[in-house]
């Protein structure tokens, strides 16, 4: 099939025919070591991200929550007092379990720890976001008492005194 010359080229290799690599060859150890820190890299950035995304998955729901508050009746009905009680058990829960959210969802080791504990606090900030729009829905539906409530009492002690 081949030439003889070729094969003989192919099968004795002499040292007189061996040639250098040039220069702009990278060997093949190197490119396996070079794409496997590039993974390595790419998937810690990738858990970075997604560990932020963690932390502003509580502000994503502020709107949401806010337009069903909105929305919803102020008189004190069952429906009412259930979505304003969910309003605040949710957010409650998951700032007393934020650690184990953290640990759970991320990968911990891969982040700093100054970033970690940034992304808690974000996390825990936007709960409390939640908790305001609770508070909001609370004053709206008239459970939370204001200074025209006391001035009942206000005036009795005056007379009193």
Sequence with gaps: MFPPTLLELKANKPATMMLA??????????????KHKSVNLQLNKLKYKKAWEL??????????????MYFS????????IMMTVNLFTTPLK???NCNEIFEKSVDVSVIDTYD???MKMFFIVCHFGTLLVG?????????IPTKADFIGSVN??????
């Design 21 to 34: 690599s040039p220069p702009s060859l990278i060997p093949q150890q190197g490119i396996e070591k070079t």
């Design 55 to 68: 932390a502003y998955s509580p502000a994503k729901n502020i709107p949401m929550n806010l337009i069903m």
């Design 135 to 143: 508070m909001w829905k609370l004053n709206s539906m008239g459970i």
């Design 94 to 96: 998951d700032i007393f």
């Design 73 to 80: 009746p102020n008189s004190l009905q069952i429906i009412s």
């Design 116 to 118: 970690l504990i940034m």
């Design 156 to 161: 009795n002690t005056l007379e009193t005194i």
